[in-house]
Every structure is written in structure tokens, then in C-alpha cells.
């Protein structure tokens, strides 16, 4: 072997290292690219709901009890092939009660707490003592089911289920945040109490109103008395004065005091002599004539 063929095999080397490196390079980075899609896809990922999701945000009870159903049929068809070892082909769900689904990876029993729906109630305890539900599953955000519930009555459906489903079934105060339990006597309890209580609110409600109607014609019986007392003082002073008492028709602000006549025009506007007010100067005269008589007469002891 000649100096040269030595020279080519060396760099016939040299170039299949270089190649090799090349390729290992390359696969390198494309397995680090496919991580990081991986990574993008785990960050931002698209859950479908499941039929169970879709029949909870309808708040169509009927249709969720047949899917337990179905769901609770195809678990023990299940159990049978797997005790069974038999050799045919079974397919088996690819869902169940507890499956996440949505932006937020909600269960369920999440949407179902959430909703306000009339039938939220009864789809609650429909997936957790029909379904078994996992109230302590948690979504994205980190919050179990009970933590969304948006009435007091959800809250409350809750809480009589972890009565009914006893303390071993799942960690209700740590993992699921549910209240304490709940029994059916407990909310007819809790009912007759409220209706107590509504009822002692209406009766002090009718007390206060029957209490205010009274002060009121009260109030309206004394204003009457006071306003007869003033009219009364104010007829013996038109007496004493050598005026007549005012009569009903005559209770307007524009009428003669002398002769009790209706004045067009504003009170302000008629003859004034010390407080009386007269439609004409005649009224005027005729009054200082019967006041300066009575004053001659209670002189003279008559």
C-alpha cells in the first residue's frame, strides 16, 4: 500500500465520522424538537366533553341517568369477559364519570356544581350516589367540584350526599372541601326552622303594621281634636270681636270675616284691619261701628 492509499483511506475516515456526527446531530435535534411540541401540546391541551358533560350542561336529568346506566351495564360486561377469560373481542369505554373534559379539565360533577340550572340539584346526586362520582377530583385551576357550586341548594345536595356515601368514601374535608354531613332529617329540620322563622317575621311584621295604623290614627284623631280646639277658640274670638263663626263654605282664606262673602282674588289682596280682612270699606266701617258699640255698652255695664 502506497503513501497515497493510505492518504484516501484516512480521509475516506475522516469523512464518514464527520457524517455519522452529522446524522447523530440531526437526530438529536429533531428529538428535541419533538419534545418541545410534545411540551406546547401539554401546555395547551383540547379535551372534548363526553356525553355525561353534554347531557349536565343541557340539565337534562333523564339523559344522564340512562348514560350512568349504560356506563354502570358496561362495567359489569366487563368484569364478566375479565372473569371469564374469554376469547372474544370486547370493547370497552373509553369514558367515564370522572373523565375531564373542556378547557379547564372539568369532570361532570364540576359542570353540574357550576350550573344553575333548576335540575342541577338532582343531576349532583345523581352522579355521586347513582355514578359514584369523584368529588375529589380537581380541575386545572386546582378546585374540586363543591368549590364551584353556585347555590346554597348545590352546597346542600353536597352535603347530604356525604351523608349518604359515608366518611370512607372519600376524603370530604382535606381533598373534596364538602361541609359537614348532611341527613334528610337534618334538611327538614332546617326547613321548619327557616318557616319559623318566616313566619315570626310576619307576625312582627303585622304587629308593627297594625302598631303604625294605630299611631297613625292616633296622630290623625289628635290633629283633628287640636284643629277643632283652634276653630273653637277662633269662633268666641270672632264673638267677642262682634263677627259670626265661621261656617263651612266660608272656611276658604278669601272670604269677607264681616260679612263672610267670597272674594276674588287673593286674601293678601282684600281690606286689611288689625288680623280680619274685608271685601269692601263698607264691611270695614259697619265692624268699627258694632266693635265701638259693644265697647260703649260693656262700659256702661250693659
Same mark, same amino acid.
Given at each position: ?106 369532570? +361532570? ?5 357550576? %350550573?344553575?340550572?333548576?335540575? !342541577? ?11 359514584? !362520582? ?27 350526599? =356525604? ?7 372519600? %376524603? ?19 326547613? !321548619? ?5 318566616? =313566619? ?44 259670626? +263663626? ?5 272656611? !276658604? ?35 268699627? =261701628? ?13
Amino acid at each position: 500500500m502506497t503513501v497515497e492509499d493510505v492518504r484516501v483511506s484516512d480521509e475516506t475516515e475522516e469523512n464518514v465520522v464527520v457524517e455519522r456526527s452529522g446524522v447523530e446531530q440531526g437526530g438529536e435535534k429533531g428529538k428535541q424538537q419533538q419534545a418541545e411540541e410534545e411540551t406546547k401540546v401539554l401546555k395547551n391541551p383540547t379535551l372534548s366533553y363526553t356525553p355525561l358533560h353534554e347531557a349536565v350542561l343541557k340539565g337534562d336529568l333523564d339523559r344522564l341517568i340512562e348514560l350512568l346506566n349504560e356506563l354502570e351495564e358496561t362495567e359489569e360486561q366487563e368484569v364478566i369477559v375479565e372473569d371469564s377469560n374469554a376469547s372474544e373481542q370486547f370493547t370497552p369505554t373509553i369514558y367515564d364519570v370522572n373523565t375531564q373534559g373542556g378547557d379547564d379539565f372539568q369532570t +361532570p360533577l364540576h359542570l353540574a356544581s357550576a %350550573s344553575t340550572h333548576p335540575n !342541577a340539584p338532582s343531576l349532583i346526586t345523581a352522579l355521586l350516589i347513582q355514578g359514584r !362520582a369523584n368529588p375529589s377530583a380537581i380541575d386545572s385551576r386546582g378546585r374540586p367540584p363543591y368549590f364551584l357550586a353556585s347555590t346554597d341548594k348545590s352546597r346542600e345536595t353536597f352535603r347530604l350526599a =356525604r351523608g349518604t356515601l359515608g366518611e370512607d368514601y372519600c %376524603s370530604w374535608d382535606d381533598e373534596a372541601k364538602v361541609g359537614p354531613p348532611l341527613t334528610l332529617d337534618d334538611v327538614e329540620l332546617k326547613k !321548619a326552622k327557616a318557616l319559623e322563622k318566616k =313566619r315570626r317575621q310576619r307576625a312582627r311584621q303585622k304587629e308593627k303594621k297594625a302598631a303604625d295604623k294605630a299611631a297613625e290614627e292616633e296622630a290623625a284623631a289628635k290633629q283633628r281634636k287640636e284643629e277643632e280646639e283652634a276653630k273653637r277658640l277662633a269662633d268666641a274670638k270672632r264673638v267677642r270681636d262682634g263677627l259670626k +263663626p265661621k261656617t263651612t263654605a266660608a272656611a !276658604a282664606s278669601n272670604v269677607c270675616d264681616f260679612c263672610q262673602k267670597v272674594v276674588k282674588g287673593r286674601r293678601s289682596q282684600m281690606f286689611q284691619r288689625l288680623e280680619y280682612a274685608y271685601c269692601s270699606t263698607d264691611c270695614v266701617k259697619r265692624h268699627q =261701628r258694632e266693635l265701638a258699640a259693644a265697647a260703649a255698652t260693656r262700659r256702661l255695664g250693659g
